[in-house]
């Protein structure tokens, strides 16, 4: 087993710390009293250093600086090394990590060059930030959404009613146009009813319209869609506008979207069930934009049911969104 470095090593070597700046007092590294080659060393800093021995510069990219580990390709008298430093400060990360290397290297006669970006990678994997869960609530609004962008926005405007959605950013409705907006509500209830979150979700912005979109689905192992079959169409349809991709991209992970998701338990899949787009009137369901909640109401919720209430075509949503006129 690979005991060096160890803290006992880094004292020795702050001891013989040199003077000079581009000087390092070396310790050779033994395995069981043979020598492999290998050196550890410290700098006028005190920053800890791991010299590998290799035949060549590495042949393809470099492994990068990290925020304790600087790598580099350094001609010595003896040769080529791989030199891996480190601050004093990141010595018990430092330590473990040139152990790893030491055996791969001297023990299992790895290529130092492979080896040690095998061993950065496993440690980056280690260590990297779980990717927090898209809830289910989210994918169902999520791909609410995307349908609306798929079927209606996309063929009405092009690749330019990427703009329109609002994403993750707060806004009061879901896409906003300059004559239009259009509030989505996704369902997996049986019914079309849909919570109201906000007094103002429903009402309508002076001198324009507004519709709501109403989206049954159907939660089932079997489902043919899922956020990533919305998510591939809208790639392929915004192909051809490279700056209205990165800006829907951009929404989708902000909003919590990760290829991983793809591959994990937690991708839901649907069948829709039913759906429709309804203009926002006098006859919608709503509280009237002129309510005022008693003093001390901070928030307020209602269910819709809009279950037998007129609702108009896709080809006439289409007009209606590509012109503020047709009625």
Known sequence: MVDIPSARHW???RRERPVSDEALALVSVEIAGVSTGLSIGMDSRGWLHLLVPCADAPS????????CLRVRHRMLEDGAFIELSA?????????PFCREIISAVSEEGREPWRALSAIVRAWQSAWKPVRPEIDKTTQVGLFGELVVLRYLLIPALGSSGVASWSGPEYERHDFVLDHLHIEVKTTRKSRAEHEISRLDQLHVPAGKELFVVSIQLEET????ETLATQLDA?????????????????????VGWSDEIRTS????????RNSGIYPVDEGFPRLPEAFNPPSGVVALRYTIDLANLPTIGMDEAIQRVQCPDVR
């Open 11 to 13: 004292s020795d070597l």
């Open 60 to 67: 393809g990219e470099a492994v990068p600086d990290l925020n």
């Open 87 to 95: 601050p004093p400060s990141h010595e018990r990360v430092f330590s």
């Open 221 to 224: 192992a079997a489902g043919r």
């Open 234 to 254: 809208l790639i392929d349809e915004l192909r051809g506008d490279a700056a209205s991709l990165d800006s829907f991209m951009a929404k989708m992970v902000r």
């Open 265 to 272: 338990g937690e991708l839901m899949r649907f069948e829709v």
